[in-house]
Nanobody, 125 residues
Framework: QVQLVESGGGSMQAGGSLRLSCTPS????????MAWFRQAPGKEREFVAA????????FYADSVKRRFTVSRDNYRQTLYLQMNNLKPEDTAAYFC??????????????????WGQGTQVTVSS
């Protein structure tokens, strides 16, 4: 299975920006959709943003629309998440994964239940 390594997290005051990266151990996942998820303490993991392999379409959770931007480096297959105007409620561990995005379910279904270590984002008010 492909290993995913998330990076770029940190501590930030509200209103600030961060850019997260997700680097796969292989380029073989190029044919899959990719997405970011996050998990806050005591809460379930939730979908944040996805980018579709076929045409580069992007999808976002309502809570991050117009603040976060997901993109993908098609050569390195690195996935990015540009996060602007951060809010305390964005505090969570952020994870990436690959699989198929389902429009009706508004989430990505990972090919494998295989998650990286994540990268922590902490936003203070």
């Amino acid at each position: 299975q492909v290993q995913l390594v998330e990076s770029g997290g940190g501590s930030m005051q509200a209103g600030g920006s961060l850019r997260l990266s997700c680097t796969p151990s292989e380029r073989s996942i190029s044919r899959y959709d990719m997405a970011w998820f996050r998990q806050a303490p005591g809460k379930e993991r939730e979908f944040v943003a996805a980018i579709v392999e076929s045409d580069g379409s992007t999808f976002y959770a309502d809570s991050v629309k117009r603040r976060f931007t997901v993109s993908r480096d098609n050569y390195r297959q690195t996935l990015y998440l540009q996060m602007n105007n951060l809010k305390p409620e964005d505090t969570a561990a952020y994870f990436c994964n690959y699989g198929r995005y389902a429009i009706t379910d508004q989430t990505l279904f990972p090919l494998y239940n295989n998650w990286g270590q994540g990268t922590q984002v902490t936003v203070s008010s």
